[in-house]
């Protein structure tokens, strides 16, 4: 990072990569108090083998030692969660935005390909600056094995009976799988994990939450378990059907 003076709002950890949601160090106590105004920007560094990082690096051994802008096409990422070859992010709208290891992707993101608009000298705010990218933006999908190496949003009209205007409230990456709860107290997941076999979005339907609004979830990116924070107890599962 360049010149830069910002204060991080959240930071997330993957099995070698970090991500950071940040703002000019003189809005942190506004943007801590949820206030409208600041600008963020989500920051990420470590491996990118599998494009978990968002961007293409330029060092031959796929990684970037310096924190960069992921080119997020949304207004403000308000929550970051990194698995162990991937990452997943939440914007101001409700929208999910996904990229890295191809095995941990919804199907509807390995079928779409974003162009990034990013520029590597463009200024973020403050002096902040994007580092350590190639000069010619990489077709953000890899030919060879399907990884993606620039943010996607996950599409919820390819996901049957998904209620129509529903938001997403939160996102948790786990180890090759993601889970998102909703506005209205629903539980999805997708991925690759033991317990998360589905490459497009799919309900849980877990028997101990059935009936319940899930209001947070949690994982990381070494479990193949996760826990859900629901009205009056909280539901460890590790089999999703």
């Given at each position: 990072v360049r010149g830069a003076e910002f204060g991080a709002l959240q930071v997330a950890c993957g099995a070698a990569h970090t991500a950071a949601i940040v703002v000019p160090k003189a809005e942190v106590e506004a943007a801590a108090k949820g206030k409208d105004?600041?600008?963020?920007?989500?920051?990420?560094?470590?491996?990118?083998?599998?494009?978990?990082?968002?961007?293409?690096?330029?060092?031959?051994?796929?990684?970037?030692?310096?924190?960069?802008?992921?080119?997020?096409?949304?207004?403000?990422?308000?929550?970051?969660?990194?698995?162990?070859?991937?990452?997943?992010?939440?914007?101001?709208?409700?929208?999910?935005?996904?990229?890295?290891?191809?095995?941990?992707?919804?199907?509807?993101?390995?079928?779409?390909?974003?162009?990034?608009?990013?520029n590597p000298s463009k200024s973020i705010f403050g002096g902040l600056r994007a580092l350590g990218r190639k000069d010619t933006p990489p077709d953000p999908l890899n030919e060879k094995d399907g990884d993606q190496y620039a943010p996607v949003k996950v599409d919820w009209n390819q996901v049957p009976g998904f209620p129509v205007g529903c938001q997403m409230a939160s996102v948790a990456a786990g180890k090759e799988s993601t889970l998102?709860?909703?506005?209205?107290?629903?539980?999805?997941?997708?991925?690759?994990?033991k317990w998360a076999m589905s490459k497009n979005p799919k309900l849980v339907?877990?028997?101990?939450?059935?009936?319940?609004?899930?209001?947070?979830?949690?994982?990381?990116?070494?479990?193949?378990?996760?826990?859900?924070?629901?009205?009056?107890?909280?539901?460890?599962?590790?089999?999703?059907?």
């Open positions: 105004g600041p600008q963020r920007a989500l920051l990420t560094w470590g491996e990118n083998q599998t494009g978990q990082l968002g961007y293409e690096t330029q060092s031959d051994d796929a990684r970037s030692e310096v924190p960069a802008p992921v080119p997020l096409k949304t207004s403000s990422p308000v929550q970051v969660s990194c698995g162990a070859t991937h990452t997943a992010a939440l914007d101001d709208t409700g929208e999910v935005w996904v990229w890295g290891a191809a095995d941990c992707m919804p199907r509807s993101a390995l079928r779409r390909k974003h162009s990034t608009s990013s998102v709860c909703t506005s209205a107290g629903q539980l999805y997941h997708w991925g690759n994990g339907t877990s028997g101990q939450l059935e009936g319940h609004e899930v209001s947070a979830v949690i994982t990381s990116h070494a479990a193949e378990h996760a826990v859900a924070l629901v009205q009056g107890y909280t539901g460890d599962f590790r089999e999703c059907r």
